[in-house]
Nanobody, 124 residues
Framework: QLQLVEAGGGVVQTGDSLRLSCAGS????????MAWFRRAPGKEREFVAL????????DYADSVKGRFAISRDHAKNTVYLQMNSLKPEDTAVYYC?????????????????WGQGAQVTVSS
């Protein structure tokens, strides 16, 4: 059974950077589409970024394009989200998730495996 564990959240100031990691166990993550979602206080969970199994396809929410980058380390069975130029509106709990298909892969309901979440707080 796949387990996903996020790390790297924290409290930063506007313009700072953070890197989140999502370590997988129980399954090889390169077999899966991996994504990051976030949920801000009082809002629905929203798509942030995704990467196909072997990294050839990526997609980003418009709100993070040019600032965030998703990547994989196959040897470590880990997926990362590099977040640069952070803004207060990026404050949220960030979740990694896994699915088998790119079909509707920006929709949270397409994912069956989720990490526990990592809090990111950006102060102004």
């Amino acid at each position: 059974q796949l387990q996903l564990v996020e790390a790297g959240g924290g409290v930063v100031q506007t313009g700072d950077s953070l890197r989140l990691s999502c370590a997988g166990s129980g399954r090889i993550l390169s077999d899966l589409v991996m994504a990051w979602f976030r949920r801000a206080p009082g809002k629905e969970r929203e798509f942030v970024a995704l990467m196909s199994g072997h990294g050839s396809i990526t997609d980003y929410a418009d709100s993070v394009k040019g600032r965030f980058a998703i990547s994989r380390d196959h040897a470590k069975n880990t997926v990362y989200l590099q977040m640069n130029s952070l803004k207060p509106e990026d404050t949220a709990v960030y979740y990694c998730a896994a699915t088998f298909s790119l079909i509707r892969a920006t929709e949270p309901n397409s994912y069956g495996d989720w990490g526990q979440g990592a809090q990111v707080t950006v102060s102004s």
